[in-house]
């Protein structure tokens, strides 16, 4: 069965500062892995994702993550973040045997200090 | 753009109560699916759908139950509501059968006294 480990509860930063949010997946087969964001009293909504070909993906908003096979990680990155990037951010995993059903991991609350 | 609606953004209802919640998708998505989100679980699947009148059972169904008579309709039922259920609960669509991007609903925050 698939499962999702992000590694930080919470990431407090400064603005301007790098950022790196970690993710692990645990999976026997081929995965696709998500990053979605929810904003503070608002749904989820989709920051970027991995189904095939290259392993560095962009999203929105300046994001980027790179998926390791070999460590089973899919860590979220910005090179320098702002305060409207205050939010929490959820790595999720599905796998091709499991049709479109995702599996969440705990969630990262980053928190941009001016 | 998609758009997922859900019927109510904060509800309080009472032990026993019978409690439903209800998600309107308008881009024809073939699936669709209920999660409740709460601090340090992340978010746990409870049903989901693939088509009308068709259901799954989720990560966490025990309490729940859920009906779709029609392709943009998925509802969450709580039989009997109980505290353990406050939750926020929130509704994704997604179309075709392959993972892809999920849309989601701005969430029911539920309150069970």
């Known amino acids: 069965a698939q499962s999702v480990t992000q590694l930080d509860s919470q990431v407090p930063v400064f603005e301007e500062a790098p950022v790196e949010l970690r993710c692990n997946y645990s999976?026997?087969?081929?995965?696709?892995l998500f990053w979605y964001v929810q904003y503070p009293n608002q749904g989820l909504q989709l920051l970027l994702k991995?189904?095939?070909?290259?392993?560095l993906v962009k999203g929105i908003n300046g994001f980027e993550a790179e998926f390791n096979k070999s460590q089973t990680s899919f860590h979220l990155r910005k090179p320098s973040v702002h305060i409207s990037d205050t939010a929490e951010y959820f790595c999720?995993?599905?796998?091709?045997?499991?049709?479109?059903?995702?599996?969440f991991g705990e969630g990262t609350q980053l928190t941009v200090n001016p | 753009d998609v758009k997922v609606t859900q019927s109510s953004r904060y509800l309080v209802k009472r032990t026993g109560e019978k409690v439903f919640l209800e998600c309107v998708q308008d881009m024809d998505h073939e699936n669709m699916f209920w999660y409740r989100q709460d601090p340090g679980l992340g978010l746990r699947l409870i049903y989901f759908s693939y088509d009308v009148k068709m259901k799954e059972k989720g990560d966490i169904p025990e309490g729940y139950s859920v009906s779709r008579e029609k392709k943009e309709r998925f509802s969450l039922i709580l039989e009997s509501a109980s505290t353990n259920q406050t939750s926020m609960y929130l509704c994704a669509s997604l179309s075709g059968s392959l993972p892809d991007t999920q849309y989601f609903g701005p969430g029911t925050r539920l309150t069970v006294l």
């Open positions: 991995y189904l095939s070909g290259s392993t």
């Open positions: 999976s026997s087969v081929s995965v696709y």
């Open positions: 999720a995993v599905s796998e091709g045997t499991s049709g479109s059903r995702l599996t």
